[in-house]
């Protein structure tokens, strides 16, 4: 048999085993509550009921003032695969794919930030799609396939579809599943697909927004239901159930919740110091090369000290006051450098 046919029925009887395999889930690559524990398992704090990463609301309102910028490079060096084998030949270990650009916001001044809730579309086949309703049927599900992910919405959940990798322009949501998922999650969406009834879903709420594509008249027709609560392509980035997602203008950046805490505390730290390298270099007392990271000994004694002056009043120094770290992790922050060796000149 040669090697292409040989490929070809492995991957029949892949399906079929899925098909057959699927008793708890209508869709064959949804994730079971141990497969989601397992998958996820270096997130080691509170989960949903079905074993999705569930970080606390206090981690989403912070994110929301971290550039897509300062989490992509965060990331970018960061790797957590230690005991899990060697990443593979050619591969980088860190999280260096965790960013997306090309999107269309509906809204561009509303950040989109949540735990992302995924659903993946393929395009429609009767064979595959016939077992995928009948199951559905037989786990009480409606027949409309596209509001299955939308019915398990948690509130400050973001909702993530993969729609055939944007290929389809057949549009996913329009302003009445709009109205649903904004209900549900007082949150927004990303779409790897277009969107319909653009005016109706700009009336649904002054913050509700969603990431798309493109936006298409069409109704959605032309594919199925292959995963919910599963990981998922968008872009070239692969996207777990339970990732902090955040999406702004620069694009949307997806981050494991092992490291969300950490993406936080390094962009607070980070925005704490450009306000003071800023306000210097407008009083002409820093050059561009020293605001830009290279500070004197001088520099980092006074930041030290301009850190613990300022702890219950940092907000003053950003643009949105609602952006500045708590008293309490700004005076931490102080002790820390306190502690740490002064650099050699």
């Avoid at 260096?96 to 429609?124: D, W």
């Avoid at 306000?279 to 613990?308: H, S």
């Amino acid at each position: 048999m040669k090697l292409g046919q040989l490929l070809y029925s492995l991957c029949l009887a892949c399906l079929a085993a899925l098909i057959l395999c699927f008793s708890a889930n209508a869709q064959p690559s949804s994730l079971t509550k141990d497969q989601m524990l397992y998958y996820t398992s270096l997130w080691k704090g509170d989960r949903f009921p079905d074993g999705r990463p569930k970080v606390s609301d206090d981690i989403i309102r912070r994110m929301k003032y971290v550039s897509v910028t300062e989490a992509w490079q965060i990331l970018n060096g960061l790797s957590d695969t230690e005991g899990q084998g060697p990443a593979g030949l050619g591969m980088r270990s860190t999280y260096s794919n965790q960013y997306y650009g090309g999107f269309k916001m509906m809204r561009e001044n509303i950040v989109i930030c949540g735990r992302a809730s995924t659903i993946h579309f393929l395009p429609f086949r009767p064979d595959v799609n016939g077992l995928i309703q009948q199951q559905g049927n037989k786990d009480g599900r409606s027949r409309g396939q596209y509001t299955w992910g939308i019915d398990q919405l948690q509130k400050g959940d973001v909702y993530v579809a993969d729609v055939c990798e944007g290929i389809l322009d057949a549009s996913h949501v329009g302003d009445n599943l709009g109205t649903t998922i904004w209900t549900k999650t007082g949150n927004g969406a990303v779409i790897r697909g277009t969107l319909r009834d653009l005016y109706g879903n700009l009336a649904v709420d002054p913050n509700w927004n969603v990431m798309v594509r493109d936006f298409r008249p069409q109704a959605n027709s032309s594919n199925m239901v292959i995963g919910i609560n599963c990981p998922i392509q968008i872009g070239y980035v692969t996207v777990m159930p339970g990732d902090v997602v955040l999406g702004t203008r620069e694009g949307v950046v997806f981050i494991p919740p092992q490291h969300a805490q950490r993406v936080i505390e390094t962009s607070e730290r980070t925005r704490m110091q450009d306000a003071f390298a800023h306000d210097g270099v407008k009083k002409g007392r820093f050059t561009a090369q020293q605001a830009d990271g290279a500070f004197t000994p001088e520099m980092n004694k006074e930041f030290t000290q301009w850190l613990i002056d300022n702890a219950d009043s940092m907000g003053k120094f950003l643009e949105d006051p609602k952006a500045a770290p708590s008293p309490e992790f700004i005076r931490a922050y102080a002790k820390e450098r306190q502690t740490m060796t002064p650099p050699k000149k």
